[in-house]
């Protein structure tokens, strides 16, 4: 394609001929910048370069020198002009052009001796910025590019290829990329030691300390704080005593369950305490507390006043149980070191089949039983590493169905009566007096943080003193239920300090009786949750109730229409008909049962199912003379049902 030089043209004139769709478009681009920052004057030079062939051609522009524009985004050729004309020095042997908008590097060793570096130059309107995300380190730069005598004020970040961040204008170019790079290292300078560190997120951050001498610090990040940016907000409130004893006395009276209230200010105060467990290497309270009591009571109204209490955006505070796995995991994430709602623990539609709420519900306990979340797929296809999770979940709904009972065992169950709640003016005093909340909770984190090098020293001891009570109280076969108990009893041992220091009434040694009270409670819902158990009881109702048709010998029931027989020792039962009562009993009372491998297994350990096969079913041999005529059937240890005919 060969350029032809045009005459005559006026402001509203493209000059192009015979050129691409591209070429077009670009040259219009350009055109109407040039007529933005100015108006039409003498006709001037400038060239337009295509490969090979450059022609002339005119068009309307500043009085400026002759300068060269690249429609094709293409480099431009070198320019010979006089030194005199680089008027504005920026660093050693960099230049700045005012005229013709150039940058350039004067190499006094070099034959060629002015080199063009870019058609801009940048501005560092601040002290860059290290930004910190789920422990992702960025530097954002506040940069003024000067392009014609226009600016333009972008944020980049400086770890990035410089050309990457300025796609969004065509008419920047880097004709020398060593050399540009070279400019940029004078501009940013060491910006390790003049860095304003900014933090995205909140929650428990370690400041490391460079002289070994003194121990780490560690922050709780929040929004109240200069340079972080978080949907966390603390309280300094100069009367926090008078807001802490306020607002302990109304949260006491809000239910006739005093115990129950107890469980759930420790269990708050636990979330964040949390952080010093994990790097104190403390197993801890590891449980998802779920709140269940009758529609209407109260429940969640009294939960949100505490879930609420430190959010910027109170809504914050809640997830939605609709919504999916991976938004549910993100949710949980980004809400470490706090309390967090999750509202009506069922899934919308059918309560008890909805599979999809089981799925998510064990799914939720095991990211607070497991204190991680799964790794998720990266941008290039990779599996990203598990995430570290602590913190704390309330969860509110009318009943418990965890499907599993390694889901029950991540639970701490409290079930709140009809009327138990108080809807009066205790209630409504501390929903229309949030800051009370907030005071209270902020002044607790502040006492943690001041008190921090204590607690690291103090908090091992004291919680294996009361593991050991645990274990020496508790007979059972759960260890996540002694270090549950023992961390609800370390965090009553610190809160008792706490309110010493803030001249609150406490009595530390009674609500340390009310816990262990609670907690063979807690006990005894985990043995009644049990599958074993659940699959006893439900035997048992469908014998006393006369659901399973038995015989009293097997005589009777090869000649009759029987669903089992029984013997001097063991208890039959046709293995369909025993199924059968099962899922009918535990759906009437919102169980999670499945007759599984591990459930068969663990009945065979516990010598109440007889197997000597892998299906731990046996073929009936006998010709019976009603059908089903071979049935498959359970052999069970009789003296485990107390059945007697």
């Known amino acids: 394609m060969v350029w032809e030089k045009l005459k005559q043209i006026k402001s509203s004139t493209i000059p192009i001929d015979e050129a691409s769709n591209e070429e077009v478009s670009q040259n219009m681009k350009y055109l109407l910048k040039l007529r933005q920052c100015s108006n039409p004057l003498n006709p001037t030079k400038i060239h337009f370069k295509n490969v090979q062939h450059v022609q002339e051609a005119s068009i309307c522009s500043p009085d400026y020198n002759d300068y060269t524009i690249n429609i094709n985004e293409r480099k431009p ?23 013709n908008s150039t940058l350039y590097f004067i190499d006094t060793n070099s034959d060629d001796k002015e080199k063009v570096v870019a058609n801009f130059k940048c501005e560092l309107n601040q002290r860059i910025i290290e ?68 933090y995205n997120f909140s929650g428990w951050y370690t400041i490391k300390k460079n002289d070994i001498e003194q121990p780490s610090l560690s922050l709780y990040l ?128 059918n309560k008890f089949d909805d599979q999809a709420f089981k799925t998510k519900a064990s799914m939720i306990t095991r990211i607070i039983g497991d204190g991680r979340i799964k790794g998720k797929m990266g941008a290039d296809r990779k599996l990203l590493p598990d995430r570290k999770y602590r913190g704390g979940i309330i969860a509110t709904g009318e009943f418990i169905d965890l499907n599993t ?67 020496m109280n508790f007979n059972e076969p759960y260890p996540r239920f002694c270090s549950n108990v023992a961390a609800f009893l370390s965090i009553n041992h610190f809160f008792a300090k706490f309110c010493s220091n803030f001249k609150l009434t406490y009595n530390e040694e009674e609500n340390h009786r009310l816990i262990i009270n609670e907690a063979f409670e807690q006990l005894e819902m985990l043995h009644e949750y049990s599958p074993t158990e659940i699959f006893i009881k439900a035997i048992k109702n469908a014998l006393d109730n006369d659901y399973l048709n038995i015989a009293t010998n097997e005589e009777n029931f090869i000649k009759r229409s029987y669903d089992g027989f029984t013997d001097e020792q063991y208890l039959i039962i046709i293995s369909s008909k025993l199924e059968d009562i099962i899922e009918r009993y535990i759906s009437k009372r919102s169980y999670g049962l499945k007759i599984n491998l591990a459930l068969k297994t663990e009945l065979v350990q516990k010598n109440i199912l007889v197997s000597t096969s892998n299906d731990f079913t046996s073929k009936y041999t006998k010709n019976r003379q009603v059908s089903p005529k071979r049935p498959r059937v359970y052999k069970f240890r009789k003296e485990v049902f107390c059945y007697e005919l």
């Open 77 to 99: 050729e070198n320019i010979n002009i006089n030194s005199n004309c680089l008027n504005s020095p920026c660093f050693s042997g960099f230049y700045w052009n005012e005229q």
């Open 131 to 198: 930004i910190e995300l789920n422990g992702t380190k960025k530097y954002l730069a506040n940069i003024t590019i000067l392009h014609r005598q226009k600016e333009y004020p972008i944020n980049v970040d400086i770890t990035r290829e410089f050309i990457s961040e300025i796609r969004l204008f065509p008419e920047f170019y880097i004709k020398d990329n060593n050399k540009f790079k070279e400019y940029l290292s004078n501009l940013y300078g060491n910006y390790a030691k003049d860095t304003f560190i900014q």
């Open 222 to 349: 929040n929004n109240s704080m200069s340079n972080v940016k978080a949907p966390i907000a603390l309280l300094k409130d100069k009367d926090c005593v008078n807001s802490c004893c306020k607002f302990l006395a109304l949260f006491f009276k809000t239910s006739t369950n005093y115990s129950h209230l107890l469980m759930i200010l420790l269990y708050s105060l636990y979330c964040y305490f949390a952080y010093f467990y994990e790097i104190n290497s403390i197993y801890g309270l590891r449980s998802l507390l779920y709140i269940s009591a009758p529609t209407g009571t109260g429940k969640t109204s009294l939960i949100k006043i505490l879930a609420k209490a430190l959010y910027v955006n109170p809504e914050d505070s809640i997830l939605r149980f609709d919504d999916t796995i991976a938004s549910l995991e993100e949710g949980l994430f980004n809400r470490r070191d706090v309390l967090t709602l999750i509202d009506d623990f069922y899934a919308q539609g």
């Open 405 to 471: 009972h390694s889901s029950y065992l991540r639970c701490w169950h409290l079930n709140f009566e009809a009327n138990s709640i108080k809807l009066d003016d205790n209630l409504s005093q501390l929903q229309q007096s949030p800051q009370l909340a907030k005071s209270f909770f902020s002044a607790w984190i502040y006492w943690i943080q001041r008190n921090q090098n204590i607690i690291n020293k103090e908090l091992f001891d004291v919680n294996s003193r009361f593991l050991n009570e645990c274990k």
